[in-house]
């Protein structure tokens, strides 16, 4: 029993190490490290053509996505264009 308990911690602890903890629109979210805005949308599966990011309180212009990495700890808000009238 314990050494299961044992086993079961260190794949817990594996799958940690794995990704980071970041907070996207007010949600705690564990994403892979290394991801870029544009990789972290994709990630999330939201369609990188209708939002605007801001990655702690700073907006991320769309030609800076590729190069602004998402570290542990960032606070990502996306906020979605919605058309109408």
Do not use: D, H, Y
């Not at 564990?30 to 870029?36: D, T």
């Not at 994709?42 to 800076?64: D, G, M, T």
């Amino acid at each position: 029993m314990i050494v299961e308990s044992r086993c079961q911690s260190a794949r817990m602890e594996s799958a940690e190490t794995k990704t980071i903890e970041i907070v996207v629109n007010g949600q705690t979210r564990r994403v892979p490290p290394g991801l870029n805005v544009l990789t972290l949308l994709k990630f999330l599966a939201i369609e990188a053509s209708r939002v605007a990011v801001e990655l702690n309180r700073e907006i991320v212009r769309r030609p800076a996505w590729e190069t602004t990495r998402i570290e542990a700890g960032a606070r990502v808000e996306v906020v979605w264009f919605v058309g109408g009238g």
